[in-house]
């Protein structure tokens, strides 16, 4: 059965890529999403507030302890308003936890580019991502030379950024695009240009790149079926019209950046320096 033979959209009723399945259960209201895998290295912006566990600082900020995580705040409310529930049922979206939103400034490798590696240094490649922890904590050619980008060399800076517009990227995920205040218009443009610079120096060297344009933003969770997102693209305006309302008067602020491990969408962590 195809999923687009199907529009009802009850309380109970849960879209499959296959088939439409209802849910008989009183005691059952849906599903939990189940992260894949998905392991690769990546600097992000500087959250306040990461968990200490061990040798690491975990991406589990606790938004209401944090006066300053008004724009977080302003998105878990936007999300709760729409029902995440519902939105699971109705599109398979799988929405992230709110103590894990972050801000990416660049993509390293991952498992989802390690294939455009450079013959040379793939193998290289995959025997960092089978030990992200590792490579991390005791250090090797490729995280090292991460670790140096001048985006996290960079010291003494400081950028702001606002929610502008919410879109489905790539038919996958639901983004909140940022923008920088006027205030910190010139520290992000240097910014960028220090990016684009690291970029085309990292790929020159290891084959990989993160995407051009940078378009900061926060992902809000992803689609498990591309033509679900398809059908979701309709309710985008209606979805924006919310966040935008609960985000409105709210920036968030950044004064570093770090090198991340990643094993999953919600599992995020660095060294403590």
């Known amino acids: 059965m195809r999923i687009d033979t199907y529009r ?102 991952n498992d989802g580019n390690v294939a455009h590696a450079l013959p040379e240094v793939r193998q290289r490649i995959e025997d960092l991502l089978i030990d992200i922890p590792g490579a991390l904590s005791h ?42 205040t006027a205030e910190t218009l010139d520290t992000f443009t240097t910014l960028n240009g220090l990016r684009s610079s690291w970029n085309a120096t990292f790929r020159s060297r290891f084959g990989i790149a993160a995407y051009e344009p940078y378009m900061p933003h926060i992902t809000l969770g992803y689609f498990a079926h591309a033509a679900l997102a398809e059908e979701a693209q309709a309710d985008v305006p209606t979805w924006e019209e919310v966040v935008l309302q609960y985000t409105a008067g709210t920036s968030i602020t950044f004064r570093s950046a770090s090198l991340y491990g990643m094993l999953d969408m919600v599992t995020f962590f660095r060294t403590v320096r």
């Not at 991460?146 to 919410?166: C, D, E, H, K, M």
């Open 8 to 109: 009802r959209y009850g309380t109970t009723t849960l879209l499959h890529p296959v088939a439409m399945l209802t849910i008989t259960n009183p005691k059952i209201a849906g599903f939990k999403p189940c992260w894949a895998t998905y392991r690769g290295l990546t600097i992000l912006f500087d959250n306040i507030g990461l968990r200490r566990d061990g040798p690491w600082l975990r991406l589990d900020c606790a938004l209401d302890a944090i006066p300053e995580y008004t724009l977080y705040r302003g998105l878990r409310a936007a999300m709760c308003s729409l029902n995440t529930d519902d939105l699971l049922r109705r599109y398979l979206f799988c929405a992230l936890p709110p103590a894990t939103y972050h801000v990416t400034l660049w993509d390293g490798p």
């Open 139 to 180: 250090g090797n050619l490729i995280s090292g030379t991460i670790a140096g980008s001048p985006l996290i060399r960079r010291r003494g800076w400081q950028v702001s950024f606002t929610v502008q517009r919410l879109v489905i990227v790539h038919q996958a995920a639901l983004v909140a695009l940022l923008a920088p």
